[in-house]
């Protein structure tokens, strides 16, 4: 294999298939050094219109990647105490956490930016999308409040205030908490696209929640699998609950929660399974059909 050093998407014929070309798009390091490299091979690529928002797309997956490796030399560095409690459970379940635990740390930064402005925005509705007020009750159930004390609109949106959001950010869903209140909030919340009936705060807020409760379930179900004493274990909790029912339902909302992130992109990929194939072998559209999928290939120094 050729040595990559590039900041250039690179295009060439594939030499096993003569209809197909491979495309990578390099994952360079804050000194512009290429540590990795997604590749997406493309059958009749220069036929679809799509073909270069798919590329950008790719470009934005880049980027992220390259984001995750620089939290991981930072964390390598620093070595301080993890993010989450449920990264000291097993070095597996931490790798299995690495893009939740990016994303969650998007939605953290977007929450710092939501201003008194936007606060104010947000509590303006005189009666919100159904979705809005569930949201909202569903992250004030985390922190303690009842149902009783949210039970309208006007109730629960005296609660939205800088406090809330500074909580928010320092919260910890994989932390030891009281299974019930996870029971409740699984049979309220949804994944619907809130989008295209909230403001901006509404959705920072609702991609926070929904990163949270995969975070959890994912520490959840490794505890479960494992049957091992480690943080979760304390007398005083009863049996915690998932939010999610599987692994599949996780990787569904993580992914819902990375479109968001980015634009609500026509076919951004997941992080979690960098494998996809769009096909339509019977449709009267198999002509216009683009047939890729997705692989990265990390550089030697970043094997453990």
């Known amino acids: 294999m050729e040595s990559v050093?590039?900041?250039?998407?690179v295009t060439r014929p594939d030499s096993e298939a003569s209809e197909e070309t491979i495309t990578t798009i390099p994952i360079l390091d804050q000194m512009n050094q290429c540590i990795g490299m997604i590749s997406m091979n493309t059958k009749l690529a220069e036929n679809d219109p799509n073909f270069i928002e798919d590329i950008n797309?790719?470009?934005?997956?880049?980027?992220?990647?390259s984001d995750a490796m620089a939290l991981a030399d930072q964390e390598t560095k620093k070595n301080n105490k993890p993010l989450l409690y449920a990264e000291t459970i097993s070095e597996q379940l931490r790798r299995k956490l690495f893009f939740p635990k990016l994303l969650?740390?998007?939605?953290r930064e977007n929450l710092s930016k939501i201003d008194s402005n936007s606060i104010a925005e947000l509590k303006s509705y005189r009666v919100p999308p159904t979705i809005i007020h569930k949201v909202i009750c569903c992250i004030l159930y985390i922190f303690g409040y009842t149902p009783k004390q949210v039970e309208s609109w006007q109730d629960a949106a005296r609660y939205i205030n800088q406090d809330l959001l500074r909580r928010m950010q320092q919260y910890d869903s994989t932390a030891k908490q009281k299974g019930s209140i996870f029971k409740r909030i699984?049979?309220?919340?949804?994944i619907n696209d809130i989008k295209?009936?909230?403001?901006l705060p509404a959705q920072c807020m609702y991609d926070w929640l929904l990163v949270c409760l995969t975070l959890r379930s994912i520490a959840i179900r490794n505890r479960k699998a494992h049957k091992e004493e480690n943080v979760f274990a304390c007398n005083e909790y009863e049996e915690e609950e998932e939010v999610f029912d599987d692994e599949k339902d996780e990787e569904r909302t993580l992914n819902y929660i990375l479109n968001h992130q980015n634009g609500n992109s026509r076919n951004f990929k997941s992080l979690f399974n960098l494998s996809s194939k769009k096909n339509d072998d019977g449709g009267s559209d198999k002509e216009k059909t683009i047939h890729y999928s997705f692989s990265y290939?990390?550089?030697?120094?970043y094997k453990n």
């Open 5 to 9: 050093n590039t900041s250039k998407i």
């Open 57 to 65: 797309e790719l470009k934005r997956l880049a980027g992220l990647i």
């Open 186 to 190: 699984k049979s309220i919340i949804k």
């Open 297 to 301: 290939s990390r550089i030697d120094k």
């Open 104 to 107: 969650l740390l998007k939605a």
């Open 196 to 199: 295209k009936q909230s403001s």
